[in-house]
Antibody
Framework: EVQLVESGGGLVQPGGSLRLSCAAS????????MHWVRQTPGKGLVWVSR????????SYADSVKGRFTISRDNAKNTLYLQMNSLRVEDTAVYYC?????????????WGQGTTVTVSS | DIQMTQSPSTLSASVGDRVTITCRAS??????LAWYQQKPGKAPKLLIY???SLESGVPSRFSGSGSGTEFTLTISSLQPDDFATYYC????????FGGGTKVEIK
């Protein structure tokens, strides 16, 4: 079974840092692009970042550029999101997601999400 | 940045109704558009990609059309399992989502 399991969410003060992890299983992780998408409670979806299959290329939404870093460890089948200089508006559920085979920027598998709360 | 505008934001319908949701892009995105369904407390589910390609396992009552800046998602005969929120997403440049359309029971 294809599965993505996020961890690392929690409560952090403004200006703080947090690292999210996403453990992948049930598919050949090193063949797929991966994404992070967030969702504010009661609000819509916001694409955050993506990384290609070998980790050599990354992209970020303007709202997180320079503060967040996406990375992956293909030997460990794990995706990461390092979040620095966190702001109250970064509070959201963060989803790890897989890019669809052949259409890498389309998301075909999602994790269950991990909640990040930025508050003093 | 490309902005995606969905309409309506809420739609009330009955089982068996034909439902159409519109998504407009602020600039041309060719057919680089996907549609997702999300139910409360759950992650989204991919329905349509490349504007009109049905994802494997998705019922054929779902269809997508459009290109350029205007797109539609149609549910030909609404079923009880279809009451949910639907999002479009452009992937021509990064991956902007629309604001969502909640399909509720009339």
């Amino acid at each position: 079974e294809v599965q993505l399991v996020e961890s690392g969410g929690g409560l952090v003060q403004p200006g703080g840092s947090l690292r999210l992890s996403c453990a992948a299983s049930g598919f050949t992780f090193n063949s797929y692009w991966m994404h992070w998408v967030r969702q504010t409670p009661g609000k819509g979806l916001v694409w955050v970042s993506r990384i290609n299959s070998d980790g050599s290329s990354t992209s970020y939404a303007d709202s997180v550029k320079g503060r967040f870093t996406i990375s992956r460890d293909n030997a460990k089948n794990t995706l990461y999101l390092q979040m620095n200089s966190l702001r109250v508006e970064d509070t959201a559920v963060y989803y790890c997601a897989r890019g669809r085979d052949g259409y890498n920027k389309v998301i075909d598998v999602w994790g269950q999400g991990t909640t990040v709360t930025v508050s003093s | 940045d490309i902005q995606m505008t969905q309409s309506p934001s809420t739609l009330s319908a009955s089982v068996g109704d034909r439902v159409t949701i519109t998504c407009r892009a602020s600039q041309s995105i060719s057919d680089w558009l996907a549609w997702y369904q999300q139910k409360p407390g759950k992650a989204p589910k991919l329905l349509i990609y490349k504007a009109s390609s049905l994802e494997s396992g998705v019922p054929s009552r779902f269809s997508g059309s459009g290109s350029g800046t205007e797109f539609t998602l149609t549910i030909s005969s609404l079923q009880p399992d279809d009451f949910a929120t639907y999002y479009c997403q452009q992937y021509n440049s990064y991956g902007t989502f629309g604001g969502g359309t909640k399909v509720e029971i009339k």
